[in-house]
């Protein structure tokens, strides 16, 4: 990798958002670590790497702190800029209307995968490459939430339970890390991509308007670059708005 580039490594490159954030950081010059559970699956980001040098294409597992170990030893003294947690789990893709986490159908085993994929994931790879993100020049976490997790807007909503409850509890969690690094010198951000058209949202059911995840992955660089250490910390969505707890 370039040393006098900035370089990002992103959690769930395989599709969607993260594969256009992939793409949007390497416009901008970006040394970019894709990484993805089973890389070898995902054919958009096989071609971005053949296309561009910049991007190198790593295995991860964000539910296993073997897999994140792994990785660890292998980027020992690499310095990361800004690493970007962008994995995450909505639910069982194959359970139609998302029915166990549902009210009379609640399913533990399926809690504790989406707890473990969006909470102690981002948080446990944060820990684990700490080391990293101190080694580079901009010193950025970023976790991506979303409107499911506030309270104030999604408090009367019940369709998603797990889902809802692991982004408010990434919220509480990056809170948390923020405080502990800021005297670091790191700066932990909250931000949310809006509606994206990904195989994720259909896979909600919702059928409105949705941002293309390019559009999304643009405005979310836009976001990163801006941010400083005397942000507040506040969940912050694509559009700039500040979203409530």
């Known amino acids: 990798m370039d040393a006098a580039r900035p370089t990002i490594l992103i959690t769930g490159s395989g599709r969607g958002l993260g594969?256009?954030?992939?793409?949007e950081y390497a416009?901008?010059?970006?040394?970019v670590l894709a990484t993805a559970r089973q890389p070898a699956e995902s054919a958009a980001l096989a071609e971005l790497a053949r296309a561009n040098p910049k991007i190198v294409i790593?295995?991860?597992d964000v539910t296993s702190v073997a897999s994140m170990q792994?990785?660890?030893?292998?980027l020992r003294g690499q310095p990361i800029?800004?690493?970007f947690n962008n994995a995450a789990l909505l639910g069982d893709r194959h359970d139609e209307g998302n029915r166990r986490q549902q009210l009379g159908?609640?399913?533990e085993a399926l809690f504790m995968q989406v707890m473990r994929s969006n909470v102690f994931g981002p948080l446990k790879l944060s820990e684990t490459l700490v080391d990293n993100v101190l080694a580079g020049?901009?010193?950025k976490i970023i976790a991506l939430?979303?409107?499911?997790?506030?309270?104030t807007l999604m408090g009367q909503m019940s369709r998603f339970y797990y889902y809802q409850m692991s982004k408010a509890a990434l919220n509480m969690g990056f809170r948390a890390l923020r405080h502990d690094l800021k005297s670091r010198g790191i700066t932990v951000a909250l931000l949310a991509p809006g509606m994206v058209a990904t195989d994720m949202l259909a896979e909600s059911g919702y059928r409105g308007e949705a941002l293309t995840p390019a559009a999304s992955a643009a405005g979310l660089y836009r976001l990163v670059d801006a941010l400083t250490a005397d942000d507040p910390g506040l969940p912050v969505n694509v559009d700039g708005k500040v979203l409530p707890w």
């Open 70 to 74: 792994a990785l660890a030893a292998k």
């Open 137 to 139: 020049r901009q010193r």
């Open 58 to 60: 790593e295995t991860l």
């Open 105 to 107: 159908q609640l399913d």
């Open 27 to 31: 416009s901008h010059g970006w040394n």
């Open 81 to 83: 800029d800004v690493l």
């Open 145 to 151: 939430t979303s409107g499911l997790g506030s309270l």
């Open 19 to 23: 594969v256009a954030l992939v793409r």
